[in-house]
Structures are given as structure tokens and as C-alpha cells.
């Protein structure tokens, strides 16, 4: 199992973090995605769209337009959506259906009924950020992904220690997704305990803000 899995009622955001949404420009539903994971690993009941903490941070922003997305969800094309990441991604400890992409999912159709949606999850246990650039094209652009949400770093910054090129490996490869026409969210550490008590999380999460911010793409930060 991965950090984020590793207690699973432990999972501990900082108190200023809430999961902000991909933005209005496409769906609400991303936050709920994120605070119903939270919510379900701390034991309680997940809250539903209607809360008043999914409708505040309904308006918070990703920091860059998905406009790919935005454009097919306007025409009415189908969407494919490929989720990459580790543990936390294939919904390892949280039972059936409780992977966030799952979530996703069902929160995006509810809130566009009538959209096409496809979405593979390429998510692997225990893996790091090479392993997952490794995958990148059978387990990705081998799809044609119209967005593409990379969960990234926990595993790094605890078990297997960060590469010294990881940010040229972020980089490289958000510049590959770009290259194929995908709009990119990444997803940045699960703050679990054994998380925080590393202090290369916080060099982990500041590369992955540096390379959201330098390439112009989507981030999803667990603080903020």
C-alpha cells in the first residue's frame, strides 16, 4: 500500500487545506470528489453537492482553463478522462466504487446527465512518479485522453525518496500530454501522517506547484 492508504482514518489535511474544483469553466464536481475521499477516510458520512463547503469551494479555481474539456462538454462530444496516479488512485482500502475516479464519475454524470464520459483509471499501487512516467504511453496517450488527472508525489516523498531530475520528469511529461492535445489536473500529496513527518514533502509539493505554474496547467492541491 501507498502512504495515503497507510492509516486510513489518518489521512490529516493542514487546516487552511480545502480541495478546490476544477473551476467553473467545467463541472462542480471535482471538489465533492475530493472532500467525499477526505470524508470517508476520517469515518464520516460524505456531504453531498448541496453543502455549503462543496458550493464555497465550487469557486475556487484550478489556477488554468481546461478549455479542451470545456469545448467538447459545449458540443456535446464524449469526453475521456484517464486518471493516473498510485494507490490512492485505484481506490486501494477505500472498497468498491470509493476510488476518487469512481467518485468522479458518478459526480460528473449527475451533474451533466447527458455527457458522454469515458474514464480509465491507470492508477497502480505503490507506484512513484518514474514508474508512472514509465506507463505514460500504454496506460495514458495510448487512450487519447481529453483530460488527464495525475495524482503524484506521496510515494516519493516518503517510501522511495525523490529523483533528482523529478521535476524535469514532471515536466517532460505534462509537455508530452499537452503535446496530444490533453487538458492536465495534477493532484498534488495525500497528507497522511507519515506524509508530514517527511520533510521532503514540502520539496515534493513545491516542484509540483513549479511545474503546474510553469507549464500552465491544473492544480489540485490538497492545502492551500
Request: proline share 5%; charged share 20%; hydrophobic share 40%.
Amino acid at each position: 500500500m501507498d502512504l495515503a492508504n497507510h492509516d486510513g482514518a489518518g489521512l490529516n489535511r493542514k487546516p487552511s487545506g480545502q480541495c478546490p474544483t476544477f473551476s467553473q469553466s467545467c463541472f462542480g464536481a471535482v471538489d465533492a470528489v475530493c472532500l467525499r475521499q477526505r470524508e470517508l477516510r476520517a469515518g464520516r458520512d460524505p456531504p453531498t453537492l448541496r453543502t455549503p463547503a462543496l458550493l464555497s469551494s465550487a469557486r475556487l479555481s484550478l489556477g488554468a482553463p481546461l478549455t479542451g474539456i470545456r469545448a467538447k462538454l459545449q458540443s456535446g462530444k464524449g469526453l475521456t478522462v484517464v486518471a493516473l496516479g498510485s494507490s490512492s488512485t485505484t481506490g486501494f482500502g477505500t472498497g468498491s466504487g470509493g476510488a476518487f475516479p469512481d467518485v468522479m464519475k458518478r459526480e460528473l454524470m449527475r451533474l451533466r446527465p447527458s455527457a458522454q464520459i469515458e474514464l480509465i483509471n491507470s492508477g497502480r499501487i505503490m507506484d512513484n512518479i518514474p514508474g508512472n512516467v514509465g506507463r505514460l504511453g500504454s496506460d495514458v496517450l495510448n487512450h487519447k485522453p481529453d483530460l488527464v488527472v495525475w495524482q503524484l508525489g506521496s510515494n516519493d516523498a516518503v517510501w522511495r525518496g525523490i529523483a533528482g531530475n523529478v521535476k524535469e520528469m514532471i515536466t517532460n511529461a505534462v509537455k508530452r500530454l499537452k503535446a496530444a492535445n490533453a487538458d492536465i489536473v495534477l493532484v498534488d500529496l495525500q497528507y497522511a501522517p507519515l506524509v508530514l513527518a517527511s520533510d521532503r514533502h514540502v520539496r515534493m509539493e513545491k516542484i509540483i506547484a513549479e511545474v503546474a505554474r510553469e507549464q500552465n496547467v491544473g492544480l489540485f492541491p490538497g492545502s492551500s
